[in-house]
């Protein structure tokens, strides 16, 4: 069911560290994370998801889209997911989040 996956989903916050905005090579939360959210679009045939970038207060303006577009990269070169399952959009510091980027699912009415 879509609670399922939601809930599924909802646990692969992908961390960045202060400052950084990029995917880095040698993370090891990154690297644990998201192969699991490919592995997650790869089962649920159909699934789209919104990568929410987040940050803190005081951190460079923009560096929340940069990393949704960060993992969306990762999730498209790297994984091989097709760019059409995926949106990205920057959220701020305002939902608290810290300094990450949250897949959520995207609810298409068909």
């Known amino acids: 069911t ?3 996956v939601e809930h599924q989903v909802a ?3 992908v961390p960045f560290l202060a400052g950084q ?3 880095l090579e040698g993370d090891m939360e990154q690297a644990l994370v998201l192969p699991k ?3 997650v ?3 649920q045939l159909g699934l789209k998801l919104i990568l929410e970038g987040h940050c803190e207060e005081g951190e460079e303006h923009g560096c929340d889209l940069e990393r949704s577009l960060s993992v969306f990269e990762w999730l498209v070169l790297i994984a091989g997911t097709p760019p059409g399952m995926l949106r990205v959009k920057s959220v701020g510091s305002s939902a608290g989040m ?3 980027v949250v897949p959520v699912p ?5």
């Open 2 to 4: 879509m609670a399922a």
């Open 11 to 13: 646990r692969l916050r």
């Open 21 to 23: 905005s990029r995917v």
């Open 37 to 39: 959210i490919f592995a």
């Open 41 to 43: 679009l790869k089962e």
């Open 98 to 100: 810290g300094r990450c």
């Open 106 to 110: 995207i609810h298409e009415v068909v």
